[in-house]
C-alpha cells in the first residue's frame, strides 16, 4: 500500500532523492558526509520554512555546520582561524564570512532588481575573481558561483556565522540608504561590495 505524503513532505522527498541522484560519488572518506549535510540542509530549509523556531533546531544546525566542516578545517590553529582576507586567499581558503554576506546583500538587491538568482551570483563571482578573490572553499559544487550561492542559503536560513549575519544586515542598511533608481549601477561599478577597498559605513 502506497503512502499519501503532504505536498510539503512531497517536496522535501523529492529534493532528497535529486540530490542523492545528481551527489557525485568520488570514494573519498568524507562522501557520505558531505551528502548527509546537503540532505541535513533541506531538511532545515523545510523547517524553516514551516516556521520551526531557529532556537529548536539549532542542534540540528550545529550538526550540519560539523559536517560540512573537513577535516583540515578542524585541525587550524586558533590564530589562522581569524586570518585576514589577504592571508586567506593566499592559503586557498576562500573569501571571508564579512565579503561574502557583502556579495549576498548585493545578489538580493540584484535579484529585486529582475535578475535571475543564478545570473546575479554568476555576475558577482566574475567580479570577485577579478578582484583576486577565490570562490567558497565551501560548497559541493564545482562551480564558484554555485557555491556563492549556497552559503547564501546558509545565511537565509540563519546557519552563517554571528559576524557573517551582522555584516549582511548592516550592508544592506547601507544600500537602502542609496536611491532606489541608483543602486544597482552604484554597487556594480563602485565595488561597493567589496570591503576590503572602503572603509564601513563609506
Known amino acids: 500500500m502506497q503512502t499519501t505524503l503532504t505536498p510539503n ?20 572518506p568524507d562522501d557520505k558526509k558531505d551528502l548527509a549535510a546537503k540532505c541535513l540542509r533541506v531538511v532545515l530549509a523545510q523547517l524553516f520554512e514551516e516556521g520551526v523556531p531557529q532556537d529548536e533546531l539549532q542542534p540540528l ?13 578542524l585541525m587550524q590553529k586558533p590564530q ?14 576562500g573569501p571571508s564570512e564579512t565579503l561574502l554576506a557583502r556579495a549576498s546583500a ?15 551570483a554568476q ?6 575573481i577579478a578582484s583576486g578573490v577565490p570562490a567558497p572553499a565551501k ?26 549575519k551582522a555584516e549582511y544586515k548592516g550592508f544592506t542598511r547601507e544600500l537602502e540608504r542609496i536611491p532606489a533608481g541608483e543602486r544597482v549601477q ?4 563602485d565595488k561597493m561590495w567589496d570591503g576590503r577597498h572602503k572603509p564601513r559605513g563609506a
Open 9 to 28: 513532505a512531497e517536496r522535501l522527498s523529492a529534493a532528497l532523492k535529486a540530490l542523492r541522484l545528481t551527489h557525485d560519488h568520488d570514494g573519498k
Open 139 to 164: 560548497g559541493g559544487d564545482a562551480r564558484g558561483w554555485k557555491r556563492l550561492l549556497e552559503w547564501r542559503a546558509d545565511l537565509v536560513y540563519g546557519l552563517a556565522s554571528e559576524e557573517g
Open 61 to 73: 544546525i550545529d550538526l550540519q555546520a560539523e559536517l560540512m566542516q573537513k577535516p583540515q578545517e
Open 123 to 128: 555576475i558577482i563571482m566574475r567580479r570577485l
Open 80 to 93: 589562522e582561524t581569524g586570518a585576514p582576507a589577504g592571508r586567506e586567499r593566499r592559503r586557498g581558503t
Open 186 to 189: 552604484r554597487v556594480l561599478e
Open 106 to 120: 548585493v545578489i538580493d538587491l540584484l535579484v529585486k532588481a529582475g535578475y535571475d538568482e543564478g545570473e546575479a
